[in-house]
């Protein structure tokens, strides 16, 4: 039972959390830091401590993958916090497949944007400059420079964590 109440929670929160991302361009700590505390607590219910260290480590191996990937990502807080409600409400093992999965959704969704808006020669040109510069220790935005900017991501989170729910990860 907490399981299931833990999915829903979690589907309603990617669903808010697109429509937020969409319209105002964040993902509100007041959709997020709620939905992680109710996956810690229905963690405890469902499996007491190892239910809740379950829950905890996935929420721990969204900060260490987008810490150890933060170079190439740049993945905001609120996508990052978004990812973090999705590990405490579904636990380590759906969480590290959903975002692999998130991040093939979110490498094609951004191919998809280049495309139509016709950019790919000026895009691929973009990351190589911002890859030699961060290759030199000079920091940048992957999407400075770029007529395309900042795709949001909570699309591409949802997307990935349907895909995980549906392959039964």
Do not use: W
């Not at 016709?118 to 040109?125: D, E, G, I, S, V």
């Not at 949001?152 to 549906?166: C, D, K, R």
Request: charged share 10%.
């Amino acid at each position: 039972m907490p399981e299931n109440i833990a999915k829903y929670v979690m589907l309603a929160l990617l669903a808010a959390s697109i429509v937020t991302d969409l319209r105002m361009g964040k993902i509100y700590n007041l959709l997020t830091v709620p939905c992680m505390l109710a996956g810690l607590t229905l963690g405890t219910i469902a499996g007491g401590l190892t239910g809740v260290a379950d829950r905890l480590l996935g929420m721990a191996a969204v900060v260490i993958v987008v810490v150890l990937l933060s170079p190439l990502t740049k993945l905001g807080g609120g996508d990052t916090k978004l990812l973090m409600a999705v590990g405490a409400l579904q636990g380590f093992h759906f969480t590290i497949r959903a975002m692999l999965f998130t991040g093939v959704v979110g490498g094609v969704l951004a191919l998809v944007v280049i495309a139509r808006r016709r950019m790919l020669k000026q895009t691929a040109a973009n990351m190589m400059t911002n890859m030699i510069s961060n290759a030199a220790g000079i920091s940048t935005d992957l999407a400075m420079g770029s007529m395309v900017g900042k795709i949001p991501y909570s699309p591409a989170i949802t997307m990935g964590v349907l895909v995980a729910l549906a392959l039964g990860a």
